[in-house]
């Protein structure tokens, strides 16, 4: 008991302090939204936040939060309660390694995974893969009672746990399918009546989202066969580093960023004792060899922890490390025997030098982790992954928001102001999620109104950016531009509609003192600003719009050329667009007439550096150049 109490107070050390500075970015700020979504009078999600692929997660870990959510809204209170489960689950850990191997593997074990750095981050978030290393301890757990012990009830856990981790992140779908594999082929003994029960009882929190996949078309299973779109180009070679670095503090400039070399300034000594770390790279594959050879019955997961990072490897997955996180507690076990097997060595110098090891690497790794809590305690966030605190985005909330303090919607606005405006794109399935198009059409009149009184309410703000995002037209930039002027709440959204809209045009907007007017073109074509001649050329390679100002009238025909003429519309006045063509039939260019703004006149003309094109070869070119001209749009205050 007193070794179980130690062990939770020492696991309680890092991950219960400090969480004025827990990592607080748009996944965190997500998911305490969506579980606060019913709480607000919002009907509860069908899904959870949108993985890096893209596909929606089920919705269990939101279940889970709005369990806590009810009692506070608080994320330092909720990052706290998350970390108490991980920590009480690391002393279930030591007393079940304990049980079914030694109570000094337990505590070596233990130990290591107590003040694993990584295991520390991702212990003390409000963040799905928080509660996988809970989780895969009960897999574990359940692995041995029902393979070992035969107790059959144990598939039912078995069967509840996998589903559930891969609910909290599809990315522990493949070590789940790698360990079913390899259990099937060492043939246990197997209850299908327990392992049914379990499946079903793991698939009742992701019900909604199934309903809602085979309601909609299934768009996320499109998603999941498009995966390949999303994921590198290239095969990473680290994928098979990231899981002996899981214990140790490997890749943890991957969290620092640039403020790497800030840490090693400031602790030297610890920065360079760091690399006694290493010896775990070669202790673990000792460890798991042992294994193979020692626990028969449990082969399956040697088998399974070796092909993970081959299966990440051909499947082209990002070397991360929450990727790697449920492995955690094997790989501890795996350590935890290495070193077991140098201390039951009959040569007393061996076993005293790994001794000596097991205190060395511990003393290090605990340092390390009050070397970069202190530091990050100072600096309030990171410029690397782990970016802004909570801390930080606390206190810029407090201020956007101070106006609003004594608004009955506060809190709720409070919430969804932590979340970036580009999460309710209207692409995402997030958004979609959060608001569907016709709720929002049916409400327009509504939130218009609120965004008058509380013109920077975020709630409003967010769910007009997703209806407007949805499939943007320029029209739907002309009517928000008009909108913003009558309207001052609608200035943000307008910006981020267009930004949006150009972005997935591939277009870039200019601005210049030569016009009196800006347009829209093509992102890869190039601007050239000749104010010399008072001109604007829009160049492609070897087509160009060129847009020229002058004090008169200038005719820029040619006798001896075709022209095909008809009337376009620029800022509510007619205007001839003429096409040109040689006597031998090749494309010579387009000309405008010129129309008139204020007192000059402006003239604009296509042309190419080789006049070799029929017009049908030219299709493409001439209607994004046409576009450019669609595009023109007067200067006013607003746009400026």
């Known amino acids: 008991m007193v070794v179980f109490l130690f062990i939770i107070l020492s696991a309680l050390i890092f991950r219960v302090t400090n969480l004025d500075v827990i990592e607080f970015k748009a996944d965190e700020a997500s998911n305490l939204f969506l579980a606060s979504r019913p709480i607000f009078n919002h009907p509860f999600p069908y899904g959870g936040v949108v993985s890096s692929v893209g596909i929606l997660n089920p919705p269990l870990f939101t279940y889970f939060l709005y369990a806590i959510a009810i009692l506070t809204l608080n994320p330092q209170v909720i990052a706290l309660i998350i970390a108490l489960i991980n920590s009480l689950m690391l002393g279930f850990f030591f007393l079940f390694i304990k049980n079914y191997y030694s109570k000094t593997l337990a505590f070596i074990s233990t130990i290591f995974l107590v003040f694993s750095p990584w295991s520390i981050i991702f212990s003390r978030k409000i963040w799905p893969p928080d509660l996988i290393p809970p989780l895969s301890i009960v897999l574990l757990y359940s692995l041995h009672k029902a393979v070992l012990s035969k107790k059959m009830i144990f598939w039912l856990p078995v069967a509840v746990s996998s589903l559930f981790l891969i609910q909290l992140d599809l990315s522990s779908a493949f070590f789940i399918l790698l360990l079913v594999f390899f259990l099937i082929l060492q043939k246990p003994k197997i209850s299908f009546l327990y392992l049914i029960i379990g499946i079903f009882i793991g698939i009742v929190p992701a019900i909604p989202y199934i309903i809602y996949e085979l309601t909609n078309k299934c768009p996320d299973c499109w998603l999941f066969l498009n995966l390949e779109k999303n994921l590198p180009i290239s095969r990473s070679i680290e994928v098979f580093i990231r899981p002996l670095q899981i214990l140790s503090q490997g890749n943890f400039h991957f969290l620092l960023g640039d403020d790497t070399l800030a840490f090693a300034n400031e602790f030297p000594f610890i920065y360079t004792l760091r690399k006694f770390l290493y010896l775990e790279y070669l202790l673990i594959p000792l460890g798991i060899l042992v294994f193979w050879k020692k626990y028969q019955k449990l082969r399956f997961l040697t088998y399974s922890i070796v092909a993970l990072p081959l299966i990440y490897f051909l ?7 929450h990727y790697f996180i449920i492995i955690a ?16 060595s009959r040569n007393k110098r061996v076993k005293y030098l790994f001794l000596f090891f097991i205190i060395v690497l511990i003393v290090i790794t605990i340092i390390f982790d009050f070397a970069f809590f202190k530091f990050l305690s100072d600096k309030k966030g990171l410029s690397g992954d782990y970016g802004a605190s909570l801390a930080i985005v606390q206190k810029e909330n407090e201020e956007k928001l101070k106006a609003y303090k004594h608004d009955k919607s506060y809190q709720e606005m409070f919430i969804i102001n932590y979340i970036p405006l580009w999460i309710f794109h209207g692409t995402s399935t997030f958004a979609k999620m959060v608001y569907p198009f016709e709720l929002t059409k049916k409400n327009l009149s509504l939130l218009e109104d609120r965004l008058k009184a509380v013109p920077s309410d975020p709630r409003v703000i967010r769910e007009l950016i997703t209806y407007y995002t949805t499939n943007p037209t320029r029209s739907t930039i002309d009517q928000l531009r ?21 972005a997935n ?13 800006f347009f829209e073109h093509p992102q890869h074509w190039k601007i050239i600003e000749d104010y010399k001649n008072n001109k604007v050329v829009i160049k492609e390679d070897i087509f160009s719009t060129v847009i020229k100002k002058s004090s008169f009238f200038e005719d820029l025909t040619n006798p001896s050329n075709t022209y095909y003429s008809k009337d376009v519309n620029i800022f509510g006045k007619t205007v001839q667009r003429v096409e040109c063509y040689t006597d031998a039939g090749k494309w010579c260019g387009v000309k405008f007439s010129p129309f008139q703004i204020n007192k000059y006149y402006y003239q604009i003309e296509y042309i190419t550096e080789k006049s070799v094109f029929k017009g049908k070869e030219l299709s493409g070119s001439i209607s994004a150049m046409d576009d450019i001209v669609d595009s023109f749009r007067i200067w006013t205050i607003y746009d400026r």
């Not at 507690?329 to 039951?344: K, M, R």
């Not at 959204?493 to 930004?499: H, L, M, S």
Request: hydrophobic content about 50%.
């Open 329 to 344: 507690p094997i790989f501890a076990l795996f350590l935890g025997l290495s070193f077991l097997t140098f201390l039951h």
């Open 482 to 502: 008009l909108k913003k002027i009558n309207i001052p709440g609608y200035k943000l959204i307008f910006d981020e509609v267009y930004y949006f809209y150009l």
């Open 315 to 321: 499947f082209r997955l990002k070397p991360v490390m």
């Open 505 to 517: 045009s591939f277009k870039k907007n200019y601005k210049s003192s030569i016009l009196p007017f």
